[in-house]
């Protein structure tokens, strides 16, 4: 069974560091992209990072970039994203999430995510406010 758990969220003041990691099961992470997205009270799902499963290429939303960077460990077959210098405004519910069915040069390159992933963890809650 095809499993995404995601944890390490949190509450942090403004400048602050959080590092999230998305545990893949019932698959082999390292053979497939990971995105992760967001989504705040009221907005929209927002695609801030991923990394694909070919070259490793990243990729990061204008709001995040310079501040965020995504990881991948295979042997623990889990992702992660390392967040500093925190905002306000990166205060959401994160989500990872991976596909099987789309071509793998489709889901995830330096400048494009794509938002149609099958499958998405339950997500993390992240707070930044002082």
Known sequence: QVQLVESGGGLVPPGGSLTPSCAASGFTLGYYAIGWFRQAPGKEREGVSCISSSDGSTYYADSVKGRF????????????????????????????????????????SSTYIYTGYEYWGQGTQVTVSA
């Not at 990166?90 to 069915?101: G, L, Q, R, S």
């Open 69 to 108: 960077t995504i990881s991948r460990d295979n042997a623990k077959n889990t992702v992660y994203l390392q967040m500093n210098s925190l905002k306000p405004e990166d205060t959401a519910v994160y989500y990872c999430a991976t596909d099987f069915t789309v071509y793998p040069g489709q889901l995830c």
